[in-house]
């Protein structure tokens, strides 16, 4: 199954709580972009520039493991993950997801995980697994999100939710629905519920409602 959606709406999250109700793993595809920035920014590489960023992909092997309670990535013993949510990586990543080298690097590395899993992310229901089970995309407004943001992070709302604008707008392309995904506005909603109807909306597919 997939779970799609825009930034911080809560995808990790509702991801981890229904894998861990299902008993499968879950896949964050948004880490490996992420991982691929942070290697461009170590090497300093133009984050524009396909070739160079490549080349420091190719120099540093990850392993994405899909813990349910929350994935983790490696690079060889280094734990990467506390800095895959650096404010660096936030504004340097959608620069990194639009080359189509660097999809096809993560793509590949989502592909090689056995079923079942929970696959996270923006086109995952799309383009990744068109044939999956059951698809959800999840959104809130700008405020909603940059609220719940502020409460992991010491920035204030307002930068925030310029931020996560400006992010949506830049990953636009690769966001869109798919046209058969459940779409859950979480903004009413706390994440006990959300993961309630995602529950749901897989358990009426299974029933083939
Ligand atoms: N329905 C909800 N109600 C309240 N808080 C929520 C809800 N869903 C998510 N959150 C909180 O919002 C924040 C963002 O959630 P999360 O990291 O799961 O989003 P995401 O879509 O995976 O983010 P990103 O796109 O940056 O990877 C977290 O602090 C999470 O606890
Ligand atoms: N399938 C995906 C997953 C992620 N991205 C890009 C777009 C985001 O800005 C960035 C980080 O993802 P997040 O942690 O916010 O889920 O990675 C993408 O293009 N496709």
Redesign the pocket.
């Known amino acids: 199954m997939t779970i799609?959606?825009v930034?911080?709406s809560g995808?990790?999250s509702v991801s981890s709580g229904v894998a861990r109700a299902l008993g499968i793993p879950y896949l964050?595809?948004?880490?490996?972009?992420?991982a691929a920035?942070l290697f461009a920014l170590e090497d300093h590489a133009d984050l524009s520039d396909q070739g160079a960023v490549l080349a420091a992909l190719g120099t540093h092997p990850v392993r994405l493991e899909p813990l349910a309670e929350g994935n983790r990535v490696w690079q060889n013993g280094r734990d990467l993950t506390p800095e895959?949510?650096s404010t660096r990586v936030?504004h340097g990543?959608?620069a990194?997801?639009?080359l189509p080298g660097v999809?096809a690097w993560?793509n590949e590395q989502l592909r090689q995980v056995p079923p079942p899993f929970v696959a996270?992310?923006?086109?995952?229901g799309t383009?990744?697994f068109p044939h999956a089970g059951a698809k959800f995309y999840l959104t809130a407004s700008p405020r909603v999100r940059a609220r719940r943001r502020a409460q992991e992070r010491p920035e204030d709302v307002d930068a925030i939710e310029a931020a996560l604008i400006r992010?949506d707008d830049?990953?636009r392309v690769?966001?869109a629905p798919a046209a058969d995904a459940v779409v859950i506005d979480t903004g009413p909603l706390d994440l006990d519920g959300v993961i309630g109807k995602v529950l749901a909306g897989v358990q009426r597919h299974r029933a083939g409602q």
Do not use: P, W
Request: glycine content about 8%; overall charge neutral.
């Open positions: 799609d959606g930034a911080a995808k990790s964050s595809s948004g880490l490996l972009y992420r920035t895959l949510h936030d990543v959608s990194i997801a639009v999809r993560v996270e992310g923006r086109d995952m383009n990744v992010r830049l990953d690769q966001s």
